[in-house]
């Protein structure tokens, strides 16, 4: 085993640490070994190293050199950056966020990590303006720009105040992304919906006897897995149950949640979908329904495959 460490003033990193990953492929190039990323805590081939860590003409995609970790903390979950100490910067986490939203919070913090190292400053105390089209490097804005939507709004301001370390987060100082105590998903749903832009589709549609069996199918499925859920799904693993919400006319809109706890008949969940029709309720909000009400699911596995929403399935068949 060789370790190595690597010290440099601050005006140096970007120099110092290219430098250094230089010397990692140079020292593992044509032989066997595995190089390991303390600060991220995670293991590389050479072949890997050479990709994705050398830093060509002075550009760094920071996307490239830290990781971020969602896991479940109490109903919801949390995610943090790890490998920002690197260049200096304090490592970034969101605390009480939706478990399957990993994606647009992981683009939040790779956007919000990227602007801070280029920027070196905050934009006023405690703030932050994020610009995709501002961002530098050409990867990570690129990286950010293929999974917009159409109607991305590209920008937004965020609030940055200091976060409280937990057992197993980086030897690092600490910067919270900071939404309302109260009900934080609903601000954060709405901020990822205006800067990445949002997709929902609304279709109308008849409950014929053979929905309405697909639909009695998979309460009986939902079932069966509610004690694997009280038991605590794999990292990575999201429950998604479609319910109805009423508008003031009495009209239903079935709607997506994201299940957080479950008690004898009684769901808390976060809602996924924007509402179209219904006014009384925001995506991101906590909403309790009752099991009886549900009409599909979606499991999401870790390893990006899914289950359920046949009669999801269905209503796409009959339209097409």
Request: hydrophobic share 35%; aromatic share 10%.
């Amino acid at each position: 085993m060789l370790i190595l460490d690597f010290l440099c003033k601050k005006n140096n990193i970007v120099e110092t640490l290219s430098k250094a990953n230089n010397l990692v492929v140079e020292l593992t190039t044509d032989k066997k070994t595995v190089i390991y990323d303390t600060e991220i805590r995670e293991s590389f081939s050479s072949g890997y190293w050479q990709k994705n860590r050398i830093i060509k003409n002075g550009g760094v995609n920071l996307s490239e050199h830290i990781t971020i970790h969602l896991y479940p903390d109490g109903d919801y979950c949390r995610a943090i950056s790890l490998g920002m100490l690197k260049f200096s910067l304090e490592d970034f986490c969101k605390e009480n966020v939706s478990c399957y939203s990993n994606t647009g919070v992981a683009n939040l913090i790779n956007l919000t990590a990227q602007t801070l190292f280029e920027k070196n400053q905050l934009d006023t105390d405690g703030e932050l303006m994020l610009r995709i089209d501002d961002i530098k490097n050409t990867a990570l804005k690129n990286q950010l720009k293929t999974e917009l939507a159409d109607n991305a709004k590209k920008s937004g301001q965020i609030a940055l105040v200091k976060g409280v370390l937990q057992e197993g987060d980086a030897n690092n100082r600490l910067i919270e992304i900071g939404f309302p105590k109260e009900n934080p998903q609903i601000e954060q749903e709405a901020w990822l919906s205006k800067i990445f832009g949002f997709e929902d589709e609304f279709t109308y549609f008849p409950h014929d006897d053979e929905l309405l069996e697909a639909s009695a199918r998979a309460k009986e499925t939902v079932l069966q897995l509610k004690n694997d859920f009280s038991k605590g799904f794999p990292v990575g693993t999201n429950l998604l149950i479609k319910f109805p919400f009423s508008n003031f006319a009495g009209e239903n809109e079935w709607m997506w949640v994201e299940v957080v706890k479950w008690e004898n008949q009684s769901i808390t969940s976060l809602l996924q979908n924007e509402p179209q029709m219904v006014t009384n309720v925001k995506i991101g909000e906590e909403v309790t329904k009752d099991f009886d009400l549900m009409f599909d699911y979606i499991l999401y596995h870790p390893d990006g495959t899914q289950e359920g929403n046949e009669t999801g399935e269905m209503i796409m068949r009959n339209q097409n």
